[in-house]
């Protein structure tokens, strides 16, 4: 079975520190994402990735940093955690190349954050 | 630019009734085009799409989804709801002519939560 494994369901951190969040996917895929998910405004992108260390901002790139030093890993750095980051994160990965596949993204269970 | 659009928030049906979830788009070229379903706590698992040739496409679960080119539109239907299939269901679309380093991004819209009551 294909899998996209996110480092952790919850978590809860204060105002300022560093958080990362962690996902692997065993597929080989080449595309790796980063959204995030609030009640009424759907799923935002923060950051993508099409290769290893190659990256690309989403819509809401601020306060948000990416790291893909392999092709099974993407990590999503909040530098200095902000209440407003409360929120779901999702990693997803898909295949690359021109083709309708590249748009089947198989997604992780989501680390919901919350900031205090 | 690429968009996405549901217009309901919420559907409301009943078993056994058929259901339609809309969803219209925006793109400059010929659409690639998907839904995505989303059960409670968890994430989103890929339902169904429509890349070229017979308009309509049928997915897993027994959904099946329509593309309208005049319309713009790719609704996703069920002749016979179940109560399984309340979750938080998502429209995206891709353009064909993406290239380069925006190849592989989805566009999404807003999500419609749909409710099938017993």
């Known amino acids: 079975d294909v899998k996209v494994t996110q480092s952790s369901r919850y978590l809860v951190k204060r105002t300022g520190e560093k958080v990362f969040l962690e996902c692997v996917q065993d597929?080989?895929?080449?595309?790796m994402f980063w959204y995030r998910q609030d009640p009424g405004l759907g799923l935002r992108l923060i950051y993508f990735?099409?290769?290893?260390?190659?990256?690309e901002k989403g819509d809401i790139p601020e306060g948000y940093s990416v790291s893909r030093e392999k092709k099974e890993r993407f990590s999503l750095i909040l530098e200095s955690a902000s209440t407003n980051q409360t929120s779901m994160y999702l990693c997803?990965?898909?295949?690359?190349?021109?083709?309708?596949?590249?748009?089947?993204?198989?997604f992780g269970e989501g680390s919901r954050l919350t900031v205090l | 630019a690429q968009s996405v659009a549901q217009p309901e928030d919420q559907v409301n049906v009943a078993e056994g009734n058929p259901l339609t979830v809309k969803c219209t788009y925006s793109?400059?070229?010929?659409?690639?085009l998907f839904w995505y379903v989303q059960y409670p706590n968890r994430g989103l698992q890929f339902l169904l799409k429509?890349?070229?040739?017979?308009?309509l496409v049928k997915g897993s679960y027994g959904f099946e989804a329509e593309f309208n080119k005049s319309q713009t539109s790719f609704h996703l239907k069920k002749p016979s709801a179940l109560v399984s299939d309340s979750a938080l269901y998502f429209c995206?679309?891709?353009?064909?002519?993406?290239?380069?380093?925006?190849?592989?991004?989805?566009?999404f819209g807003r999500g419609t939560q749909l409710t099938v009551w017993p």
């Open positions: 990735s099409y290769d290893v260390k190659m990256k």
């Open positions: 429509y890349i070229t040739g017979d308009n």
């Open positions: 997803a990965s898909s295949l690359g190349g021109p083709g309708g596949r590249a748009g089947e993204l198989f």
């Open positions: 597929m080989d895929h080449e595309n």
């Open positions: 793109v400059s070229g010929n659409p690639y």
């Open positions: 995206a679309v891709r353009d064909k002519a993406s290239r380069g380093s925006t190849l592989g991004r989805l566009y």
